[in-house]
């Protein structure tokens, strides 16, 4: 709250509240009801206050219809038709978020240590991994305080050792819950993808074939100013 009434002080720069609309796309605002308490709070004359998925696909589809696969730490999954947005996933790093950076190296780290025990195959990169961790104890206690973003950094390197058994078998599982997630948002006519965040591009690689693919129109800061316009 400090960081938003902050930030909204700086936006207002000495104009009069009632003349400024804002629209902000909060991560987790689906899930605290922020989008209905919040705005009330704000020193705006008009606020809109949604899920940053909901500024994301206004970014990256304007008003066109489409599906937004969102891949980076976390991952979400929107598809607009129309004026109506529909959003699954998102759940965050904990019970959800397959397919994203934070996913995939929690997955990794995991199948590293089943490798110690002899229940996945080791290779160089579980064995590299073990070298630089200096032994599965410490996989442990890392994980005991990571955050998402502390698990999608060991993600990385399963793109910069893609031909390993072990990063395959990691990316691939990302791939088939992203491709489902897709799937799942689809209408009987297919709508054109768009992939966005950090590791966009690199499931756009691998699921070249399934779906006719779009590029963004413009980042989330893009759609936010797009929906306050529309308040204005």
């Known amino acids: 709250m400090a960081a938003i009434m902050d930030t909204a002080g700086q936006a207002l720069d000495g104009r009069a509240p009632a003349e400024v609309a804002a629209c902000l796309g909060l991560a ?5 009801g922020a989008r209905n308490w919040l705005g009330p709070m704000l020193p705006f004359g008009r ?7 909901v500024t994301a696909v206004a970014g990256a589809l304007g008003a066109a219809d489409g599906i937004v696969a969102a891949i980076g730490t976390g991952s979400v999954f929107s598809r607009q038709i129309g004026a109506e947005v529909a959003t699954i996933g998102g759940w965050g790093p904990i019970l959800g978020d397959e397919g994203s950076g934070a996913w995939m190296g929690r997955l990794f780290l995991s199948e590293v240590l089943r490798s110690v025990d002899g ?7 579980t064995d590299l991994t073990l070298a630089r961790f200096e032994g599965p104890q410490a ?4 994980a005991r305080t990571a955050t998402g973003a502390d698990f999608a950094r ?9 031909s390993d058994s072990a990063a395959e078998a990691v990316l691939a599982q990302a791939t088939s819950h992203i491709a489902a997630g897709i799937a799942r948002l689809q209408p009987a006519e297919p709508l054109p993808v768009t992939f966005t965040g950090g590791l966009g591009p690199i499931f756009a690689d691998r699921l070249f074939d399934r779906w006719s693919q779009r590029p963004a129109r413009g980042n989330p800061l893009d759609g936010a100013l797009r929906l306050a316009l529309e308040l204005a």
């Open 119 to 125: 229940l996945a195959p080791a290779t160089a990169l």
């Open 154 to 162: 060991e993600a990385r390197q399963l793109l910069e050792h893609a």
């Open 139 to 142: 996989i442990v206690a890392f």
């Open 28 to 32: 987790g605002a689906n899930i605290s």
């Open 47 to 53: 606020v809109k206050v949604v899920h940053d998925a």
